[in-house]
């Protein structure tokens, strides 16, 4: 099974060991992580509190990137970039 992977910017940086073991979990589940081409900063981090249009900006430009990867689902393990996706309804 293929699912689309949005690490974000903190399984990038500072949550790279939870990157690491979560790859390896699903992994052993049998399901394949296509990470996002060219995905960007969800926003959870100031755009939210700064600017309200780059706060919807920025996750509905991942979302549009997953739908033109084909990508059906899309797995954000990250709690705040996962909030800031979910608040486009699919």
């Given at each position: 099974m293929k699912i689309g992977y949005y690490p974000g910017c903190s399984l990038s940086g500072t949550g790279r060991e939870y990157d690491i073991s979560l790859k390896k979990v699903v992994e052993l589940l049998g399901v394949d992580l296509e990470e996002l081409n060219d995905w960007s900063c969800c926003g959870a981090t100031s755009a939210h509190a700064t600017d309200?249009?780059?706060?919807?900006?920025?996750?509905?430009?991942?979302?549009?990137?997953?739908?033109?990867?084909?990508?059906?689902?899309?797995?954000?393990?990250?709690?705040?970039?996962?909030?800031?996706?979910?608040?486009?309804p699919a």
């Open positions: 309200h249009f780059l706060s919807a900006a920025l996750p509905a430009r991942n979302l549009v990137l997953a739908k033109k990867q084909q990508l059906g689902e899309l797995f954000a393990p990250c709690a705040a970039c996962y909030n800031r996706l979910s608040r486009f």
